[in-house]
């Protein structure tokens, strides 16, 4: 395993746009069942720029940039994003363990194979748990692969049985 070096790492911003979404779709790649359909992201981009410009809104990516690479795509005045973090925060009518209902959700997890097991993941994790617990979430909610469960066992979460039911309209 490759050293682990300090990471640094930032909130993302509409310039990084076309990095963020590049990463989402690494992480769409791993995914069994995935779709490497790309012509989404022409729709997708402005709305993310949108999003990741408003600093105040319940939406948040936090990056770990590829100093001294260019990106993938070309694009990106800091040279290319290595690792994403994203989440946003939801209001859910609260109850007994949560009056404020005030819920977090990670979703957008992904590091570039040649750029993973260096803490980069982690370290935006961290990131985007500090920017929940700034924001009055208690609840923190996400799904994983089971290749990245123990990370996520690491930073506390835990395994539920979970009712859920989805339907795509």
Request: hydrophobic share 40%; aromatic share 6%; glycine share 8%.
């Given at each position: 395993?490759?050293?682990?070096?300090?990471?640094?790492?930032?909130?993302?911003?509409?310039?990084?746009?076309?990095?963020?979404?590049?990463?989402?779709?690494?992480?769409?790649?791993?995914?069994?069942?995935?779709?490497?359909?790309?012509?989404?992201?022409?729709?997708?981009?402005?709305?993310?720029?949108?999003?990741?410009?408003?600093?105040?809104?319940?939406?948040?990516?936090?990056?770990?940039?590829?100093?001294?690479?260019?990106?993938?795509?070309?694009?990106?005045?800091?040279?290319?994003?290595?690792?994403?973090?994203?989440?946003?925060?939801?209001?859910?009518?609260?109850?007994?363990?949560?009056?404020?209902?005030?819920?977090?959700?990670?979703?957008?997890?992904a590091t570039d194979p040649d750029a993973?097991?260096?803490?980069?993941?982690?370290?935006?994790?961290?990131?985007?748990?500090?920017?929940?617990?700034?924001?009055?979430?208690?609840?923190?909610?996400?799904?994983?692969?089971?290749?990245?469960?123990?990370?996520?066992?690491?930073?506390?979460?835990?395994?539920?049985?979970?009712?859920?039911?989805?339907?795509?309209?």
């Amino acid at each position: 395993m490759p050293a682990m070096t300090r990471v640094r790492v930032r909130r993302a911003v509409p310039g990084d746009a076309e990095e963020v979404l590049r990463l989402r779709q690494v992480m769409i790649d791993s995914m069994a069942r995935s779709s490497p359909a790309t012509d989404w992201h022409a729709d997708a981009l402005p709305v993310l720029r949108a999003k990741l410009a408003e600093p105040d809104g319940p939406f948040a990516a936090f990056v770990v940039d590829r100093p001294g690479l260019p990106a993938r795509g070309g694009l990106s005045a800091q040279g290319g994003l290595s690792a994403l973090v994203a989440g946003t925060i939801e209001y859910r009518i609260g109850g007994t363990h949560d009056p404020h209902g005030t819920d977090g959700y990670v979703f957008s997890v992904a590091t570039d194979p040649d750029a993973r097991r260096r803490g980069r993941a982690r370290a935006c994790m961290e990131a985007l748990l500090e920017w929940f617990r700034e924001r009055g979430a208690h609840r923190i909610r996400l799904t994983a692969t089971a290749q990245a469960e123990p990370l996520y066992a690491s930073l506390g979460f835990a395994r539920r049985p979970d009712p859920l039911l989805e339907l795509r309209l």
